[in-house]
């Protein structure tokens, strides 16, 4: 299979690969695999809690080259956005990219899917996005 010179790239070089500590209130992990083939991608994120931003990146990914430059332009597509920013990032925006395959599009899922467990993960530590959830109980007069 012939890969874009873009997936080439971020394969040789990927960005961002690595590990923060996912005990951190400030970070969100998200851990993904794809049942298509078994290959797995973490994906973590470390939001800055006055402006939502997302400061750092870092991702390692178990899988085939489309996998990791999937998850290496995930990484760097959402440092610099706010949370509900890189939630619009969309799987079908990295194929365009990358210009990925039909059989490699759920590759590019992987990514998505990542961004958004790791967005996930980091609200619910710190009890973003929850409505309703805190509405103190009226004391009877
Ligand atoms: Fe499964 Fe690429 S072949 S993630």
């Known amino acids: ?4 010179d873009k ?4 394969y040789n070089n990927p ?21 298509e083939c078994g290959d797995v991608m973490r994906l973590q994120i470390r939001v800055n809690p006055e402006t939502q931003v997302i400061e750092e990146a870092k991702f390692k990914t178990f899988g085939c080259g489309s996998a990791i430059a999937s998850s290496s332009l995930a990484t760097e597509w959402v440092k610099g956005k706010t949370v509900s ?14 210009s990925l395959p ?19 993960d980091w609200k619910k530590k710190n009890g973003v ?11 009877a007069q």
């Open 85 to 98: 920013e890189a939630m619009e990032i969309k799987n079908t925006d990295i194929v365009k990219e990358l």
């Open 1 to 4: 299979m012939a890969y874009s």
């Open 129 to 139: 996005g929850e409505t309703a959830n805190t509405v103190e109980p009226v004391a």
């Open 102 to 120: 039909p059989v490699k599009i759920h590759c590019s899922v992987l990514a998505e899917d990542a961004i958004r467990a790791a967005i996930g």
């Open 7 to 10: 997936v080439i790239d971020h």
């Open 15 to 35: 960005r961002n690969v690595g590990q923060m500590d996912k005990s951190s209130q400030e970070v969100g992990t998200g851990l993904v695999g794809a049942p």
